[in-house]
């Protein structure tokens, strides 16, 4: 697969994400691999996600990723949709977003930045409806 298109907000985040992933498409054991080794956990790190089974058709229970098995978890009840949480043990936690891998690249672009942007206080579903009205700006302040 090729790299995965993260972005990460900077330092501590205030918003109700910690940043974006666009997947090339929508395998978890394709994709988790390449974006857990970009995050980079400690080599003997337990590393679990939590998807909305929704959103993953056909998700497995395990991911093989070089040194090391990934748990995947469904997210409990009332959790967001377009949502995965990574848990990479003492390396840290994420939330992100999870943009459509069939976006657009320059409505990808936006929501990236916008996920990424420590200041943003929309949730990813928020975002994403924004993304279609084409109401969402280049930055979270901009996306009334």
Known sequence: ??????????????????????????????????????????????????????????????????????AVEPAGPGSEAHVITLDCGTVGRWVLMVVPPEEPAGTAGRLLAAAADPENPLTASRMLALAESGRLGSAAGEAE
């Not at 940043?19 to 857990?36: N, R, S, T, V, Y």
């Open 1 to 70: 697969m090729p790299p995965p298109r993260l972005s990460l907000t900077p330092d501590v985040s205030h918003g109700p994400l910690d940043g974006a992933w666009w997947p090339h498409c929508d395998a978890l054991e394709l994709e988790l691999p390449a974006l857990i080794g970009m995050l980079e956990p400690d080599p003997g790190a337990e590393v679990r996600v939590a998807v909305a089974p929704d959103e993953w058709p056909d998700t497995p229970y395990t991911v093989m990723a070089p040194g090391r098995v990934i």
